[in-house]
């Protein structure tokens, strides 16, 4: 069987701020063509990890390659190019990072067009082909009807799915979802999931990083998980292997219970747990 090659590869990546160890010894790839999710507690380093895939934060020690590039050694704005970053929350600086957001005042089809230029707002001007797959990507992620409207008039789940459509504009050959999920009640979740269930079936579809801390939010199209607490990698594999009771209560650090239904796996807490955790 041919081995797949991965278009990222981490080794013994350590990231230490102010003499505090944010990740320690990282190490884990992801398979070129796969979905992976990435589940931990929030602060166990997981938006930290992608700002070091995308060259936003520097490593201390070890090593990131990224589609053949390695970090700290290559042109970071051409490898951007390559990569599609979903990240609508905000920085520890209060500041919007890359793929977190854009200009409330432009609208729907003019907020996907930015993704073209990287920007927040809409500067240049668009081609009549980037106007064209700007409108086929809204009609993928089910937004045709509000291609006009401002994006700020737009319901949250709604703007999730605009901002999918923003990261797919340069057919990303790596797709970073950083809890794309964050906030929304259970429809707007389910349209968010839904999308990108569409992205991961589609004929050639670019390799997806999942970054969650809900297990029911990990696609059944995912081929590996890894599990992250305390800034270290604690387990990778199958999800079959890696989603087990023992392994999620030792990672989120609550009694849990898990189960795999239609496809999905979902998380139980009982009462009980509550004892332990107040």
């Known amino acids: 069987m041919a081995t797949v090659p991965n278009v990222v590869d981490i080794h013994d990546l350590t990231v230490e701020r102010g003499g505090t160890a944010i990740l320690r010894g990282v190490n884990c790839h992801l398979p070129a063509g796969h979905c992976t999710a990435l589940l931990?507690?929030?602060?166990?380093?997981?938006?930290?990890?992608?700002?070091?895939?995308?060259?936003?934060?520097?490593?201390?020690?070890?090593?990131?390659?990224?589609?053949?590039?390695?970090?700290?050694?290559t042109d970071v704005r051409a490898l951007r190019r390559r990569i599609g970053l979903v990240n609508p929350t905000l920085d520890q600086a209060g500041a919007h990072v890359a793929g977190a957001a854009v200009d409330a005042d432009l609208s729907a089809h003019e907020a996907v067009c930015t993704g073209f230029f990287g920007t927040v707002g809409l500067y240049d001007r668009p081609s009549p082909d980037q106007h064209e797959r700007a409108d086929h990507l809204l009609a993928q992620v089910g937004l045709s009807q509000r291609r006009d409207l401002r994006f700020a008039l737009l319901s949250h789940g709604e703007q999730r799915r605009a901002?999918?459509?923003?990261?797919?504009?340069?057919?990303?050959?790596?797709?970073?979802?950083?809890?794309?999920?964050?906030?929304?009640?259970?429809?707007?979740?389910?349209?968010?999931?839904?999308?990108?269930?569409?992205?991961?079936?589609?004929?050639?579809?670019?390799?997806?990083?999942?970054?969650?801390?809900?297990?029911?939010?990990?696609?059944?199209?995912?081929?590996?998980?890894?599990?992250?607490?305390?800034g270290r990698i604690t387990a990778a594999g199958p999800p079959r292997e890696v989603i087990t009771?023992?392994?999620?209560?030792?990672?989120?650090?609550?009694?849990?219970?898990?189960?795999?239904l239609h496809g999905r796996w979902w998380l139980e807490v009982l009462p009980e747990a509550w004892l332990y955790l107040v």
Do not use: W
């Open 245 to 260: 009771p023992e392994r999620l209560t030792e990672t989120f650090g609550c009694k849990v219970f898990v189960k795999r």
């Open 40 to 73: 931990g507690p929030n602060g166990c380093g997981k938006t930290t990890l992608t700002r070091c895939l995308t060259g936003y934060m520097f490593i201390t020690s070890g090593t990131v390659r990224v589609l053949g590039q390695e970090i700290g050694d």
């Open 163 to 230: 901002l999918i459509a923003r990261a797919l504009v340069h057919i990303p050959e790596l797709l970073i979802l950083d809890e794309p999920t964050a906030g929304l009640d259970i429809a707007g979740r389910e349209q968010v999931l839904a999308t990108i269930e569409m992205v991961l079936a589609g004929p050639t579809p670019p390799t997806v990083l999942m970054i969650t801390h809900h297990v029911e939010e990990i696609s059944p199209r995912a081929s590996q998980v890894l599990l992250m607490r305390g």
